[in-house]
């Protein structure tokens, strides 16, 4: 056992002491937080079903409380939906939307004093939220965690933060771009500067992100009325980090990058600039058959 799993399980033992003795008792909120804090132990174990059991309980107290007139802690009450929601978005089956949701009800109070207040935890669990969301097509729901995120984040703080705030803008561009394509465009812009400038400088974690934010800028100029110049423009720059990044060996979606070059031809053989169109299409096809070389070794196949 590992010296980390070996103090879960010491702290999961007293816990299980500590929530006992509690439930024969009426300190109810002193029962809430061993539910919670037994809760993320167990789900830090890997102990899914018996972490979502303990939150279950969390949220019985919770209502329990408010039942009898008393104010619960805006912290508990969240810890405990975000805790028990990413357990649901793991595969369990159970709606984490609803959990989030929850959540989300309490984020205006959640301020210093707040029971299990923590800045950076904070931040991080927001995102955690978003990017769960955003990835079952709830968009709507993920903007308030982003909002609050970006309450922290400064685009002129540390490396950390400014990393983080181009994740949170990125996140909330992409939570806007059907339904405010403007305002998305106002984030991704925002997440853009902050992304190249940490590029530039060899700081950003993630140069995903920066092509992210080229990409949906270029959707969006192609779908509005802000010109194919702009359009052009995102997409060949999307080009040029994309092909950094092949060079160095960080490039994961290669796919991406020959659909880029395609996009890209199609606008020049369009103006007449066949030139420039067939070395984009070059590209294309080389990136096209690297991937079916490279499908038929990795399946046996001969060529």
Partial sequence: MRSSDA????????YNGTVSELEDGDDLPALLDAYINRGCILSMLDSTVSAISDFDSAIDVIDELRENGTEVDPGCIFKVYVSRGELMSDGTGHDMSQDYRKAAEVLDSLEPGCRYYDRKKLVSACL???HDLLDAELP???VPFLEKALRYLDPKGDIETRNGYVEAKNCLGQALVDSDPDRAFREF???L???DALYTSAQLDDESELVLSLYFLGDICRDTDRGEDKYLSYREEAIRVMEE????????????????HGEVARIYMGRGDMATAEKHLLKQVSYNLNGSTEYMRDNGIDH
């Fill in 140 to 142: 709507e729901y993920a």
């Fill in 128 to 130: 955690t939220c978003a």
């Fill in 245 to 260: 990044m092949k060079a160095c060996g960080t490039l994961e979606d290669e796919e991406l990058l020959s659909d880029l």
């Fill in 189 to 191: 812009s925002d997440a």
């Fill in 7 to 14: 103090h879960l399980e010491k702290a999961l033992e007293e």
């Fill in 193 to 195: 500067a902050v992304a």
